[in-house]
């Protein structure tokens, strides 16, 4: 191996941060290049009052937290929001002050690495197709139920972000014209159906009119509605109140609503559910398979998508945007050369026995554009380093 390329194994190697910036909580990991997190650290996301800079110093501030602990190569921020084509910029984020925010470059100057941007819930679902529930599968759906939506498409093995970068922002298909008040400023969007907010919304709408099916409820929040949180429903449910078990059962079937609705756009042969509300499982997910299969276009008559809960948990969208990170980093470095657009399925990681075609595979891939470039796993090694698919 030439000195060149041993350096350049030895940089590629060097793990990544991965910053998940939420409605409520800002999460940050050092990941290494299995998908493993090293290292962690959290914060509270500023408000929505506070000005874009105060966002700026909290990821600024993580990543000198977390780069004097460890040699990182580069830093992935996945965020809330509608980010551009170019992923550098966050043209609108309903739960933060960005509006328009060139974040790439803001941060880059700051930290002094190279810095992606990508939505939250295209992170998850990339590190679900590589490292979770997706794995192995070319066409995924992911839809994420935490305050809000979010949601993320692969489609035959590539990331789509869509023509303006905005894709996958299920949360605000209208599915109840008319319906609840969005803070998107449409009504009825999904979101208001199926979300960690819409249990707490009904939990305290029950709550507030003194129904006597929610005593449990009433009790758990010592009979102050404000202090229901979307976690204590789901306890609750958990341990079998049946007024819990209704409301995650009436999100269920409004998932299971959307997912059919999905599935007629997208044809995915795999949902990922992931986010908050997902951590109570098959409470949710089942009532959700029954309306999805109930609502499904040419049910009977088509093979069904899989519903599978997310495996990576909400620590999903740190480790996809440090493996984005990654990602671009390779690819500046490499300007493009070696960039594949697909994921390596089980089928095609097989053919990929010899350089022909790793070869073969780089060039479609590089013909692709700039769709988000997935290192080939066949060219990992059994230890957990990886070595560049050889192109000559
Ligand atoms: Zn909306």
């Keep these: 191996m030439s000195p060149t390329r041993t ?72 965020a809330a929001g509608f980010v551009d084509g170019t992923q550098s910029s966050v043209l609108f984020a309903p739960h933060l002050a960005w509006r328009n925010e060139p974040l790439r470059d803001a941060v880059q100057r700051r930290v002094r690495l190279p810095v992606v941007v990508d939505n939250d819930a295209n992170a998850a679902l990339w590190a679900e197709c590589r490292f979770g529930a997706a794995q192995g599968e070319s066409h995924v759906v992911c839809v994420n139920l935490g305050t809000g939506i979010g949601g993320g498409v692969v489609l035959d093995g590539v990331l789509h972000r869509g023509r303006f970068g905005v894709a996958g922002e299920f949360g605000h298909m209208v599915i109840v014209p008319g319906g609840h008040r969005c803070e998107c400023g449409n009504r009825g969007c999904w979101e208001q159906y199926a979300s960690g907010n819409v249990l707490v919304r009904e939990a305290r709408e029950l709550v507030v009119n003194d129904s006597p099916v929610a005593y449990r409820i009433a009790e758990a929040c010592q009979g102050d509605p404000r202090r229901i949180t979307g976690p204590m429903v789901s306890a609750l449910a958990a341990q079998g109140d049946p007024a819990a078990l209704e409301l995650l059962e009436d999100i269920g079937q409004w998932l299971g609503v959307g997912l059919a609705n999905l599935a007629a756009a997208f044809d995915p042969g795999l949902f990922v559910i992931g986010g908050g509300v997902s951590d109570v499982g098959d409470l949710l997910l089942e009532p959700a398979r029954t309306s999805f299969r109930r609502t499904l276009t040419g049910r009977g008559f088509r093979p069904e998508a899989t519903v599978v809960r997310a495996a990576l948990g909400n620590e999903a969208g740190l480790i996809g945007a440090a493996d984005l990170a990654r990602r671009e980093r390779s690819r500046r470095r490499d300007r493009a050369k070696l960039v594949t657009t697909r994921l390596l399925l089980p089928r095609r990681r097989e053919e990929l026995t010899h350089s022909a075609s790793v070869r073969r595979n780089t060039r479609r891939a590089t013909t692709t554009g700039t769709g988000t470039a997935i290192e080939p796993a066949s060219t990992r090694r059994g230890n957990g380093t990886w070595r560049r698919p050889t192109t000559s």
Excluded: Q
């Excluded at 940050?28 to 000005?51: H, L, M, Q, Y």
């Design 7 to 78: 350096r350049v194994s030895r940089l590629a190697l060097r793990p990544t941060i991965g910053i998940d910036i939420g409605g409520t909580k800002v999460a940050a990991g050092v990941v290494d290049v299995d998908g493993n997190i090293i290292d962690r650290t959290r914060r509270e996301t500023p408000s929505k009052s506070k000005s874009a800079r105060e966002v700026e110093d909290t990821i600024a501030d993580i990543v000198a937290e977390l780069g004097a602990r460890h040699h990182v190569l580069a830093v992935g921020i996945g």
